[in-house]
């Protein structure tokens, strides 16, 4: 049975930096408000080299849409390249930008 447990409750973390124009255009927060929707948890922090830092957390379809939120951003966001790693799971308790 020990197959069996590998895709029950499967939680993942992903590290994410986002590049491009994401500062200024309210990407952390419209960040929160999409992870909140999608049930992940983590943090989203602006970076010294223009970008956005975020750690993420959640079942792997709500990542893989908050991925691809990601790609696009809130409005007025130009996302240029967005890098995504795998990372140990922290068990954040919300989501805070």
Not at 25 to 34: C, D, G, L, N, T
Not at 44 to 63: Q, T
Request: aromatic share 10%.
């Amino acid at each position: 049975m020990a197959g069996s447990e590998c895709c029950i409750n499967t939680m993942a973390h992903r590290n994410i930096t986002i590049f491009g124009e994401v500062q200024g255009v309210f990407f952390r927060s419209s960040a929160k408000e999409k992870a909140e929707e999608l049930g992940v948890t983590g943090f989203a922090r602006n970076d010294p080299d223009g970008s956005v830092y975020m750690e993420a957390e959640g079942g792997e379809k709500a990542l893989e849409e908050f991925l691809a939120w990601c790609g696009k951003g809130p409005a007025g966001a130009k996302v240029e390249k967005i890098e995504s790693f795998p990372g140990g799971e922290k068990r954040f308790t919300g989501f805070s930008a």
